[in-house]
Every structure is written in structure tokens, then in C-alpha cells.
């Protein structure tokens, strides 16, 4: 069974940015991406893949970003609003390495899925540059 790792649900700490982040850089985030919940899933290694389940309040607004590894996104509740384009609960989107992207919730709020291939801290906003992950 060392192949094999189970996540109980119940046993799943959810990070929030005020957990990693010290106030200064937590000042230069959006409300949206200040009350973000985290749980990590599957961490990831190297050469192992990594899985994070994110939650955002009604709303919330993502600046643009990209990250250094290629994700999928899955919608598992609400609404993920990406330009004119509106993904429901059961869509998804491929996101290739380093695309800079934004999106807001909808007014029930998102709960997503995030998949990438490794584990993949990055965090780069848009003008500037890498700063570090809630992770």
C-alpha cells in the first residue's frame, strides 16, 4: 500500500493566505483573494502530481496570474466567471504554463479543483513577477 494515499475528508486542514502570508504582502491582495480557503488534496512532489481544492466567497475577484506548471481546473460548485465566459458546476479549463489569467466568482460563491502535473508553488502577478504562495 506505499503507492497508495488517502485524504480523509474530515481530517483536512483548510489554509487560508493569513495563515502563510505576513500583512504587508496579505495588503496587496483583493478581498477576493484574501478570504480564499485552501485544503491540499495531494501535495505533490517533483515528479508526482498535485491536487488543491480551493473555495471562494460569493463574488470574489482574482487578479491576473499565472503559475509555473500547467492546470486543470474542475468546477465543483458555483459559478466561475472568465471573461463572457461563465463555467458551471461539472465544467472545466486547461490553464498552459505561465498563461496569465483572472476570473471572479459568481454570486454563490466557487468551490474548484486544481490539478498540475508536480508540485507547483508559483504565483506570479501580473507586472510583478513571482511572489510567494498561500501553499
Do not use: C
Request: net charge negative; aromatic share 8%; proline share 7%.
Amino acid at each position: 500500500m506505499s503507492g497508495l494515499r488517502i485524504h480523509d475528508e474530515q481530517q483536512l486542514p483548510w489554509i487560508t493566505p493569513s495563515d502563510r502570508l505576513p500583512p504587508a504582502e496579505l495588503e496587496a491582495l483583493t478581498e477576493g483573494e484574501r478570504t480564499v480557503r485552501m485544503a491540499v488534496r495531494e501535495l505533490g512532489t517533483a515528479d508526482q502530481p498535485q491536487l488543491l481544492e480551493i473555495k471562494y466567497q460569493p463574488g470574489a475577484r482574482i487578479k491576473p496570474h499565472a503559475h509555473a506548471e500547467d492546470e486543470i481546473v474542475f468546477v465543483r460548485e458555483g459559478e466561475l466567471h472568465l471573461g463572457t465566459r461563465v463555467l458551471k458546476a461539472g465544467d472545466s479549463m486547461f490553464i498552459a504554463r505561465r498563461s496569465f489569467y483572472s476570473f471572479q466568482a459568481g454570486p454563490e460563491g466557487l468551490t474548484i479543483l486544481n490539478f498540475r502535473p508536480r508540485k507547483d508553488e508559483t504565483y506570479y502577478e501580473l507586472g510583478k513577477g513571482e511572489r510567494k504562495s498561500v501553499l
